[in-house]
């Protein structure tokens, strides 16, 4: 009975050393990172702010504000578990074991995050630029080390991750200051044509948004089935595109029969011979 007590004692003394030697940084180290994370919160939203009002491409801030505050988080908890007294020699190689696993693991992931560096510095778009990628249409909403958000026109958030899109094709379409607005009009067989293109001139001069310069044009493109099809060609604004583009489409069609113009529509001529 006494040797249990004995060996009871000796356990609690061993405890009792250990609570008394390591519960000291083991408070401290949770105090450390429980302030750690409060100072961390304020730098990265300072560091936000102070990059919001430079004169720093907006495009970088999401991405700089996830680094700094990823950045500021390792050296915390770096910090704390030298102060528990975690051997950090033992501790890095841990870290670089599990580093290799994890980066097998989320090779997809690490795709992403290259790709946005990729893009935040090659800057193929920013923010408020209207692009095509991916198969979606839309204006670029924010740009984050992961991923790509779009805002499209009917107001759907999408979601692009970074590694696809840095290397696949893309169409920016607020690049260029100017943009052609392509259309093709046909007319019915018989039409007279220089009424065609006093019509359609007509319209282009009544659309102070259509510029002089580069100067328009109008062209026969096609002798199709049942209309005679024409291309025209005008150059704008982008900002300007889809205006004048439904402008011109409402134009022609109320506007052709002042003209002696008609729209066709596909037909077909059906002869019946009698034997």
């Not at 009871?8 to 940084?25: H, S």
């Not at 920013?126 to 990628?133: H, N, R, T």
């Not at 899109?165 to 046909?186: C, H």
Request: cysteine-free; aromatic content about 10%; charged content about 20%.
């Amino acid at each position: 009975m006494d040797q249990q007590v004995l060996v009871v004692n000796n356990y609690l003394e061993k405890i009792t050393n250990f609570g008394l030697e390591y519960a000291p940084k083991l408070l401290g180290g949770l105090l450390v990172l429980f302030i750690g994370l409060w100072v961390t919160k304020l730098v990265t939203k300072a560091v936000g702010k102070s990059l919001t009002k430079s004169s720093i491409d907006q495009s970088l801030v999401p991405f700089l504000k996830s680094l700094t505050n990823i950045i500021l988080k390792a050296l915390l908890i770096i910090t704390v578990m030298g102060m528990i007294g975690i051997e950090m020699t033992s501790f890095v190689a841990i870290i670089g074991a599990a580093g290799l696993a994890v980066g097998l693991a989320l090779s997809g992931t690490l795709q992403n995050f290259a790709g946005g560096v990729i893009i935040l510095i090659l800057k193929p778009f920013k923010i408020g630029d209207f692009v095509e990628a991916q198969g979606f249409l839309g204006t670029v909403k924010e740009i984050n080390i992961f991923s790509t958000l779009l805002n499209t026109p009917d107001k759907k958030l999408v979601i692009i991750p970074n590694g696809p899109l840095s290397t696949g094709a893309l169409i920016n379409y607020s690049a260029e200051p100017l943009r052609r607005v392509d259309w093709t009009f046909g007319i019915a067989y018989g039409d007279d044509v220089e009424n065609f293109k006093k019509a359609i001139n007509q319209f282009i001069s009544e659309d102070d948004r259509i510029l002089k310069d580069p100067a328009g044009f109008i062209g026969l493109s096609e002798l199709a089935d049942s209309s005679v099809n024409f291309a025209v060609r005008v150059w704008v604004d982008s900002a300007n595109y889809w205006g004048v583009f439904f402008d011109m489409n409402e134009k022609v069609y109320t506007k052709f029969p002042d003209y002696d113009l008609n729209i066709p529509f596909p037909q077909m001529d059906v002869h019946v011979q009698k034997q």
